[in-house]
């Protein structure tokens, strides 16, 4: 985590803010406190198989798939404060869910507003952190957001599985959309009274700078490349859910518990992540890889609520590990007020890539393996493991360059936004 050190530098209300703002990301986007929610209104109400609900999910990331639409919008068309910016994407989430929380015909379209605004949301806040910190307090701060984030993953797992437990379908998913409500309009207030408007280029880029700094950045598109395939494996998050349910008859309740060992899982890895500063990046994302495949194939020996637990541990803290070494790779690859686009657009490769790949396992599952879990499992641990002949390509440079700079003397003070309290 942040050395007091840093929190000397002039950060420790950015620091804070980032905190903050990962907290409420971790309780309110659909995939956090509303998926339980969702995936069981979508079983028992509408009584969908896992393709059916698989497709629904992939539609909603549709917002988390434009992000560099977001980013060229903040670094390159109208570029401004980010305050204004953070505090709009936030109000823009929690107005999606109140929206979805009316009836039945508005869910899809409120969620993919609320989706706009926090994709948006965090589209900004990666490129604040890659903006303001570099080389090993950059790795603190992105393990700071992933524990924040994971802290707040698990209480949404407890709270949407005791949701689903306690009230019926439909009632728990409107609780769900208002308490995701009230923890984005948290967020979005904090942006406001946490940041003050921040010293803006005034200025487009040229549309050549453009291209040459981002699009035609080898690292970029070498890092991009092997995103997209470490996630494009058929994904078992919806085929996993109705063998639960179906199979091993977990109640909502257990399956609750078990989301929130997954999230304990990453943040567990977000914890481990600062202390592989010393170990080259091929070697943390190779470990990764191999890891994430055991986890993987170990779903299949699943029978107890303790071993689902167990693994899902497990395979969290591979996904986190992994996730963090190449988010520390792709801010490298980072321009000068190209921060928010380039960092956007990875994440992009990555929710895409999920999405594609959680749509695939979901057709495979239903109508190729005909509701069978455990060869997916098998071709997703096989995809995943092909990964390991990309690792040679990914650059090696920067978390050596972390690592000298541990004993290098100080450098320039960077000039942080100011918090409350200072006017704009």
């Keep these: 985590m942040l050395s007091l050190a840093v929190m000397q530098r002039g950060s420790l209300f950015l620091v804070s803010y980032v905190i903050l703002a990962y907290l409420a990301q971790g309780m309110a986007e659909h995939f956090c406190l509303p998926a339980q929610p969702l995936n069981n209104f979508f079983l028992k109400v509408e009584h969908w198989n896992a393709a059916q609900v698989a497709s629904y999910f992939a539609l909603l990331m549709v917002p988390w798939t434009i992000k560099p639409l977001f980013g ?104 769900s959309f208002l308490i995701s409500a009230l923890v984005s309009m948290a967020a979005a207030l904090a942006s406001w009274f946490f940041l003050r408007k921040e010293e803006a280029t005034g200025e487009s880029l040229p549309a050549g700078t453009f291209l040459k700094d981002a699009l035609f950045n080898r690292n970029f598109l070498i890092i991009a490349l092997f995103i997209w395939c470490w996630n494009f494996s058929p994904g078992f998050g919806t085929p996993l859910y109705f063998h639960y349910t179906n ?7 257990e399956i609750g518990q078990i989301n929130g060992c997954s999230a304990f899982g990453m943040l567990a890895g977000g914890f481990i992540f600062p ?29 107890s609520l303790h071993a689902a637990m167990a693994v899902e ?57 005909h509701n069978s879990l455990a060869p997916l499992l098998a071709v997703s641990a096989t995809l995943t493991g092909m990964c390991t002949l990309l690792i040679r390509l990914l650059p090696q440079e920067p978390l050596q360059e972390a690592q000298r700079e541990e004993h290098l003397p100080a450098k320039p003070e960077r000039k942080v936004p100011a918090v409350s309290g200072v006017s704009d």
């Design 72 to 175: 060229i919008v903040t670094d390159v068309l109208l570029p401004a404060s980010k305050r204004v910016y953070l505090t709009f994407a936030f109000s823009l989430g929690a107005i999606g869910y109140l929206l979805a929380s009316v009836n039945q015909a508005l869910i899809l379209p409120g969620l993919l507003l609320s989706g706009c605004g926090l994709s948006w949301g965090t589209a900004l806040l990666c490129g604040l952190v890659v903006k303001v910190f570099s080389g090993s307090q950059m790795r603190k701060v992105f393990s700071t957001q992933a524990v924040s984030y994971y802290v707040a993953c698990i209480g949404a797992g407890l709270l949407g599985g005791a949701l689903c437990h306690k009230l019926d379908p439909q009632s728990a998913l409107k609780t």
């Design 275 to 303: 202390l592989l500063a010393r170990v080259a990046a091929r070697k943390q994302i190779l470990m990764a890889v191999l890891t994430c495949m055991l986890s993987t194939l170990s779903f299949n020996f699943i029978t």
């Design 247 to 253: 199979v091993l008859h977990f109640t909502q309740e």
């Design 313 to 369: 541990i497990l395979h969290g803290i591979a996904n986190m590990i992994g996730l963090l070494t190449i988010y520390c790779l792709g801010a490298q690859a980072s321009r000068p007020r190209l921060e928010t686009f380039i960092t956007s657009t990875l994440i992009a490769i990555y929710n895409i890539a999920t999405q594609v790949s959680g749509m695939l396992g979901g057709v495979l599952y239903a109508n190729v393996f």
